[in-house]
Structure formats: structure tokens, C-alpha cells
């Protein structure tokens, strides 16, 4: 919600809204390998501190 009310154009509003919650539901499906961590993956790494840190 705090992402449609900072953007004042409606449509980027909406749109911002709609991307960050497709990026939450595409996150969990990048995890392609059983048996590495979160430390060999750099990439992963950051968007979870990222993340945290917002």
C-alpha cells in the first residue's frame, strides 16, 4: 500500500504495487539447486538483504 500512495501518478502507482509483489511470488522459484546454500549464491544474497534492509 505504501508503494501506490508514494508514486503519484495512478498508473505508475499501480503498476509499482503490481511488479514488487510479482518479484515476492517469482522470488522462491529461482532456487534451482538443492544442495547449495544461500552463501554460494551472491545474487540471492543480496535480494534477501535487500529486502530486509527495506
Known sequence: YTILRS????LGGVLALLLSILILFITPLTHTSKQRTLTFRPIMKTLFWTLVAN
Open 7 to 10: 508514486i503519484p501518478n495512478k
